[in-house]
């Protein structure tokens, strides 16, 4: 099994800055694309930003410029460094990642839980 776990969430005012982690563990035999997804109230879970297992990065266009994706492959970690937050920006962030194992070496999806980022105006 594998297992997304997020961090860094949490209450920021307008212009601020968080960042936040996302730590998989488990049966990895590889990790490869890794992403931030995030749900606001009433609407659909939207694509933050993705990072390839190269290093190549895309970015939803609400956030360039303002939020970083990168990753620490020796540490199966992905962040996602969110400046000059916007009370926009207030939703619930889920961490995503395509994870091949031994029991599934072409890989599939796994979610983390989410972490509640509130930004205040």
């Known amino acids: 099994q594998v297992q997304l776990v997020e961090s860094g969430g949490g209450l920021v005012q307008a212009g601020g800055s968080l960042r936040l982690s996302c730590a998989a563990s488990?049966?990895?035999?590889?990790?490869?694309?890794m992403g931030w997804y995030r749900q606001a109230p009433g609407k659909q879970r939207e694509l933050v930003a993705g990072i390839a297992s190269g290093g190549s990065t895309n970015y939803a266009d609400s956030v360039k410029g303002r939020f970083t994706i990168s990753r620490d492959n020796a540490k199966n970690t992905v962040y996602l460094q969110m400046n000059s937050l916007k009370p926009e920006d207030t939703a619930v962030y889920y961490c995503?990642?395509?994870?091949?194992?031994?029991?599934?070496?072409?890989?599939?999806?796994?979610w983390g839980k989410g972490t509640l980022v509130t930004v205040s105006s």
């Open positions: 995503n990642a395509e994870v091949a194992t031994m029991a599934r070496p072409v890989g599939m999806d796994y």
């Open positions: 488990g049966s990895i035999f590889r990790l490869n694309a």
